[in-house]
């Protein structure tokens, strides 16, 4: 059976993310390993793993040894995702294919079904919003990509891909590692993951949406938005505006779903979600509140 690892990703604990984790682990079909993949720097291990379960953390103090920092982007947020990404494949090797897939994506429909869709795809990056340098030129973050010495590459071979939801297989992760590794690629992993994954001639799609990368009879199947559009607005998976909940529609992914102030947006109860939950009933039931 081909194993799959779904890294959900998020620096906060409170019950709203608790609870899109647990629809995600409930949901997820066989073969699917779901890992709380945490923000070390703000969450304490014992803490998310009491009320998390299975987890591992972003890798945030080894990421630059995976991936050159940019002079761009020298931290490891925003921008150097993928070295955490390459962080956590040396910590989880065994697994065929690797979704990444950030707290504030929400899909309007049952996990099982989105994943089954892609059971036999064997693309080796999809992602979303995939477009080329010469129909964005002016996208902010071209500036990011460091190309290797010695390596010249037409920017109408610079690709830009929009990552909250993703998925790399083994063969990309080895690849990015390598490369990485040998010529010193750097930029910001919008830009630089999908660049190199086609310069190395592997094989690159589009989960929905419109353009090149999307196969037919998949376009604008799982998501919409304006990829020409630097805020990817409007649609359903933007960059920006955030939105508070996830619109009507069924089986499409939504993004950002959180409130725009997310600092007082998902708070956490102390509690383990599954008490948390019986509690709030309880009250309700009550009517404590």
């Known amino acids: ?34 890992f709380f993949y945490y923000d070390e720097t703000k969450l304490r291990h014992s803490q998310v793993t009491r009320r998390a379960g299975g987890a591992i953390p972003h890798g945030s103090y080894d990421w630059s040894q995976y991936k050159r920092p940019c002079g761009y982007f020298p931290g490891k947020i925003p921008g150097n995702e993928d070295g955490m990404l390459l962080s956590a494949f040396h910590r989880l090797p065994g697994y065929d294919y690797y979704w990444y897939l950030e707290y504030d994506v929400v899909y309007s429909g049952h996990w099982e079904d989105f994943f ?14 995939i477009t080329r340098h010469d129909q964005i030129p ?15 590459l037409p920017s109408e071979k610079w690709l830009r891909s929009f990552n909250p939801i993703l998925r790399l297989s083994r063969a990309a992760l080895e690849t990015l590692a390598a490369e990485y590794h040998q ?18 001639g592997l094989r690159i799609e589009d989960i929905g949406g419109d353009g090149e990368f999307v196969p037919q009879g998949r376009e604008n199947y799982f998501y919409r938005n304006n990829r020409m559009d630097k805020s990817l607005s409007p649609g359903t998976f933007v960059f920006r505006p955030a939105m508070a909940a996830p619109g009507s529609e069924p089986n499409l992914l939504w993004h950002p779903v959180k409130d725009p102030d997310h600092h007082t947006w998902d708070k956490a109860s102390g509690l383990p979600a599954f008490l948390s939950t019986r509690l709030s ?6 009517k404590l509140i």
């Open 183 to 200: 010529h010193a690629w750097a930029g910001h992993s919008e830009c630089v993951m999908p660049t190199v994954l086609d310069y190395r």
């Open 138 to 152: 002016d996208w902010p973050l071209w500036k990011s990509l460091e190309l290797p010495d010695g390596i010249t």
């Open 1 to 34: 059976m081909i194993r799959t690892a779904i890294l959900f990703s998020s620096h906060l604990l409170g019950e709203t993310v608790l609870a899109r984790l647990g629809k995600l682990r409930a949901e997820a079909p066989p073969g699917h390993d779901v």
């Open 281 to 286: 009933a309880l009250i309700k039931r009550n």
């Open 116 to 129: 089954s869709g892609f059971a036999d795809n064997s693309a080796d990056m999809l992602s979303t919003s």
